[in-house]
Protein backbone atom coordinates (compact mmCIF):
# COMPACT_ATOMS: atom_id res chain seq x y z
CA UNK A 1 0.00 0.00 0.00
CA UNK A 2 1.76 3.19 -1.33
CA UNK A 3 0.62 6.10 1.48
CA UNK A 4 2.79 8.77 0.94
CA UNK A 5 1.94 12.33 0.51
CA UNK A 6 3.73 15.87 1.27
CA UNK A 7 1.23 18.57 1.95
CA UNK A 8 2.64 21.45 2.29
CA UNK A 9 3.42 20.73 -1.26
CA UNK A 10 3.30 24.75 -1.84
CA UNK A 11 6.75 25.12 -0.55
CA UNK A 12 7.70 21.53 -1.85
CA UNK A 13 6.73 21.04 -5.45
CA UNK A 14 9.56 18.65 -6.29
CA UNK A 15 9.36 16.72 -2.97
CA UNK A 16 5.72 16.48 -3.38
CA UNK A 17 6.06 14.82 -7.02
CA UNK A 18 8.91 12.62 -5.81
CA UNK A 19 6.90 11.16 -3.17
CA UNK A 20 3.48 10.79 -5.34
CA UNK A 21 5.37 10.02 -8.88
CA UNK A 22 8.63 9.10 -8.88
CA UNK A 23 9.15 6.88 -5.63
CA UNK A 24 6.57 5.18 -7.05
CA UNK A 25 7.86 4.34 -10.60
CA UNK A 26 10.78 2.94 -8.71
CA UNK A 27 8.69 0.59 -6.82
CA UNK A 28 6.99 -0.74 -9.65
CA UNK A 29 10.08 -1.06 -11.81
CA UNK A 30 12.30 -2.52 -8.79
CA UNK A 31 9.95 -4.26 -7.11
CA UNK A 32 6.75 -7.61 -7.63
CA UNK A 33 3.98 -6.89 -5.80
CA UNK A 34 0.42 -9.43 -5.72
CA UNK A 35 -1.91 -6.26 -5.22
CA UNK A 36 -0.78 -2.54 -5.01
CA UNK A 37 -3.11 -0.03 -3.55
CA UNK A 38 -2.40 3.82 -3.66
CA UNK A 39 -3.91 6.69 -1.88
CA UNK A 40 -4.82 9.54 -3.51
CA UNK A 41 -7.04 12.41 -2.99
CA UNK A 42 -10.17 14.22 -3.00
CA UNK A 43 -8.36 16.64 -4.66
CA UNK A 44 -8.35 15.00 -8.34
CA UNK A 45 -12.18 16.19 -8.21
CA UNK A 46 -11.62 19.72 -7.17
CA UNK A 47 -13.13 21.11 -10.62
CA UNK A 48 -15.28 18.02 -11.22
CA UNK A 49 -19.26 18.43 -10.95
CA UNK A 50 -21.02 16.80 -8.26
CA UNK A 51 -21.37 14.34 -6.43
CA UNK A 52 -18.14 13.18 -7.73
CA UNK A 53 -18.02 9.37 -8.93
CA UNK A 54 -15.13 7.37 -9.59
CA UNK A 55 -15.61 7.00 -12.95
CA UNK A 56 -16.25 10.70 -13.86
CA UNK A 57 -12.82 12.11 -15.90
CA UNK A 58 -10.74 14.53 -13.91
CA UNK A 59 -10.58 18.04 -15.02
CA UNK A 60 -7.22 19.57 -13.94
CA UNK A 61 -5.52 23.20 -14.17
CA UNK A 62 -1.43 22.70 -15.04
CA UNK A 63 -0.25 25.50 -12.65
CA UNK A 64 -2.95 25.54 -10.23
CA UNK A 65 -3.40 21.92 -9.45
CA UNK A 66 0.28 20.80 -8.93
CA UNK A 67 -0.74 18.47 -6.07
CA UNK A 68 -3.70 16.79 -7.53
CA UNK A 69 -1.95 16.65 -10.83
CA UNK A 70 1.08 14.57 -9.33
CA UNK A 71 -1.55 12.36 -7.34
CA UNK A 72 -3.41 11.46 -10.71
CA UNK A 73 -0.08 10.38 -12.38
CA UNK A 74 0.86 8.09 -9.62
CA UNK A 75 -2.48 6.79 -10.29
CA UNK A 76 -2.34 6.15 -13.72
CA UNK A 77 0.73 4.80 -12.95
CA UNK A 78 -0.97 2.05 -10.69
CA UNK A 79 -3.60 1.27 -13.14
CA UNK A 80 -1.01 1.25 -16.72
CA UNK A 81 1.20 -0.62 -14.40
CA UNK A 82 -0.06 -3.52 -12.44
CA UNK A 83 -2.81 -5.54 -12.92
CA UNK A 84 -4.17 -5.42 -9.50
CA UNK A 85 -3.66 -2.29 -8.86
CA UNK A 86 -6.16 -0.32 -7.07
CA UNK A 87 -7.06 3.73 -6.12
CA UNK A 88 -8.54 4.97 -3.15
CA UNK A 89 -8.95 8.62 -2.78
CA UNK A 90 -9.97 9.81 0.29
CA UNK A 91 -11.83 12.72 1.87
CA UNK A 92 -10.30 14.78 4.12
CA UNK A 93 -9.07 12.14 6.90
CA UNK A 94 -9.88 13.64 10.74
CA UNK A 95 -9.25 11.39 13.71
CA UNK A 96 -7.03 11.45 17.33
CA UNK A 97 -4.27 11.90 16.00
CA UNK A 98 -2.19 14.83 17.96
CA UNK A 99 0.84 15.24 15.44
CA UNK A 100 -1.63 15.69 12.15
CA UNK A 101 -1.06 18.78 10.22
CA UNK A 102 -4.27 18.10 8.71
CA UNK A 103 -6.96 20.63 9.15
CA UNK A 104 -9.52 19.35 11.35
CA UNK A 105 -6.27 18.53 13.90
CA UNK A 106 -5.03 21.82 13.40
CA UNK A 107 -8.46 23.43 13.92
CA UNK A 108 -8.62 21.75 17.25
CA UNK A 109 -5.00 21.79 18.79
CA UNK A 110 -5.95 25.97 18.52
CA UNK A 111 -9.40 25.65 19.71
CA UNK A 112 -8.22 23.81 23.14
CA UNK A 113 -5.12 25.23 23.50
CA UNK A 114 -5.75 29.15 23.06
CA UNK A 115 -9.81 29.01 23.12
CA UNK A 116 -9.90 30.76 19.67
CA UNK A 117 -9.50 29.43 16.47
CA UNK A 118 -8.34 31.76 12.97
CA UNK A 119 -9.50 30.34 9.70
CA UNK A 120 -7.44 31.05 6.53
CA UNK A 121 -10.19 29.91 4.50
CA UNK A 122 -13.75 31.64 4.08
CA UNK A 123 -16.95 30.42 6.00
CA UNK A 124 -18.34 28.91 3.17
CA UNK A 125 -15.49 26.70 2.05
CA UNK A 126 -16.53 22.96 2.33
CA UNK A 127 -15.07 19.87 2.02
CA UNK A 128 -16.07 16.07 2.74
CA UNK A 129 -14.17 14.75 5.55
CA UNK A 130 -14.15 11.05 6.64
CA UNK A 131 -12.87 9.26 10.04
CA UNK A 132 -9.87 7.36 10.03
CA UNK A 133 -11.05 4.43 11.38
CA UNK A 134 -13.73 4.25 8.66
CA UNK A 135 -10.69 4.59 6.06
CA UNK A 136 -9.05 1.95 7.73
CA UNK A 137 -11.47 -0.22 7.54
CA UNK A 138 -11.81 -0.19 4.14
CA UNK A 139 -8.65 -0.11 3.28
CA UNK A 140 -7.95 -3.90 4.46
CA UNK A 141 -11.21 -4.63 2.23
CA UNK A 142 -10.53 -2.88 -0.68
CA UNK A 143 -6.84 -4.46 -0.73
CA UNK A 144 -7.69 -7.91 -0.51
CA UNK A 145 -11.14 -8.24 -1.47
CA UNK A 146 -12.02 -4.77 -4.02
CA UNK A 147 -13.63 -5.77 -7.12
CA UNK A 148 -12.90 -2.49 -8.81
CA UNK A 149 -9.98 -0.22 -9.46
CA UNK A 150 -10.76 3.44 -7.58
CA UNK A 151 -12.97 3.52 -4.44
CA UNK A 152 -14.24 6.96 -3.28
CA UNK A 153 -13.57 6.67 0.67
CA UNK A 154 -15.47 9.38 2.01
CA UNK A 155 -18.54 9.90 4.38
CA UNK A 156 -20.43 11.67 1.25
CA UNK A 157 -21.42 14.82 2.92
CA UNK A 158 -20.31 17.95 2.93
CA UNK A 159 -19.38 20.04 6.44
CA UNK A 160 -18.64 24.25 5.74
CA UNK A 161 -16.34 25.79 7.48
CA UNK A 162 -19.00 28.09 9.28
CA UNK A 163 -20.92 24.15 10.52
CA UNK A 164 -17.78 23.49 11.90
CA UNK A 165 -17.26 27.00 13.76
CA UNK A 166 -20.52 26.69 14.92
CA UNK A 167 -20.41 23.97 15.94
CA UNK A 168 -17.01 24.60 18.44
CA UNK A 169 -18.64 27.93 19.74
CA UNK A 170 -20.78 26.13 20.98
CA UNK A 171 -19.14 23.00 22.41
CA UNK A 172 -16.14 25.20 23.79
CA UNK A 173 -17.76 29.20 23.35
CA UNK A 174 -14.57 29.65 21.46
CA UNK A 175 -13.89 32.93 19.57
CA UNK A 176 -13.83 32.70 15.70
CA UNK A 177 -12.07 34.66 13.01
CA UNK A 178 -11.84 34.99 9.28
CA UNK A 179 -8.48 36.23 8.47
CA UNK A 180 -9.66 38.99 5.75
CA UNK A 181 -9.97 38.58 1.74
CA UNK A 182 -9.61 34.21 2.67
CA UNK A 183 -10.08 32.34 -0.29
CA UNK A 184 -13.28 30.09 -0.67
CA UNK A 185 -12.09 26.91 -1.29
CA UNK A 186 -14.79 24.34 -2.08
CA UNK A 187 -14.36 20.60 -3.32
CA UNK A 188 -17.70 18.53 -4.80
CA UNK A 189 -19.39 15.97 -2.21
CA UNK A 190 -18.01 12.70 -3.10
CA UNK A 191 -20.14 9.73 -4.23
CA UNK A 192 -19.70 6.62 -2.09
CA UNK A 193 -22.10 4.22 -3.31
CA UNK A 194 -19.52 2.15 -4.08
CA UNK A 195 -17.98 1.86 -0.81
CA UNK A 196 -21.60 1.30 0.66
CA UNK A 197 -22.22 -1.58 -1.62
CA UNK A 198 -19.47 -3.41 -2.02
CA UNK A 199 -18.53 -3.10 1.75
CA UNK A 200 -21.25 -1.72 3.56
CA UNK A 201 -19.82 1.63 4.54
CA UNK A 202 -21.82 3.50 6.62
CA UNK A 203 -19.25 6.46 7.69
CA UNK A 204 -19.13 8.75 10.67
CA UNK A 205 -20.41 11.91 10.70
CA UNK A 206 -17.40 14.86 11.70
CA UNK A 207 -19.73 17.00 13.52
CA UNK A 208 -21.25 14.63 15.75
CA UNK A 209 -17.38 13.45 16.38
CA UNK A 210 -16.08 16.52 17.29
CA UNK A 211 -17.10 16.39 21.43
CA UNK A 212 -15.11 13.14 21.10
CA UNK A 213 -11.86 14.39 19.31
CA UNK A 214 -12.17 17.41 21.88
CA UNK A 215 -11.64 15.22 24.74
CA UNK A 216 -8.60 13.61 23.24
CA UNK A 217 -7.18 17.19 22.88
CA UNK A 218 -7.86 18.63 26.42
CA UNK A 219 -6.45 15.33 27.45
CA UNK A 220 -3.31 16.09 26.23
CA UNK A 221 -3.35 19.18 26.87
CA UNK A 222 -4.32 19.14 30.59
Known amino acids: MDCAGVTDFRERPLDAVEAHVCR ?77 QLFVASVLREVVATGEL ?46 LAARLMGLTGCRVTVTPGAPRVSYPRMDTERVRQEFGLEASDLLEDIPGLLDVYRDAVG
Open 24 to 100: LERLLRESRFESLTYLSTLGVYRRAGAPAREDDPLPLLPGSDLYSMSKAMGESLVLSCHPRGRVVRLASVYGPDLRS
Open 118 to 163: TLRTALESSRDYVSVYDVAECLVDIATVGRHRVYNVASGRKVSNGQ
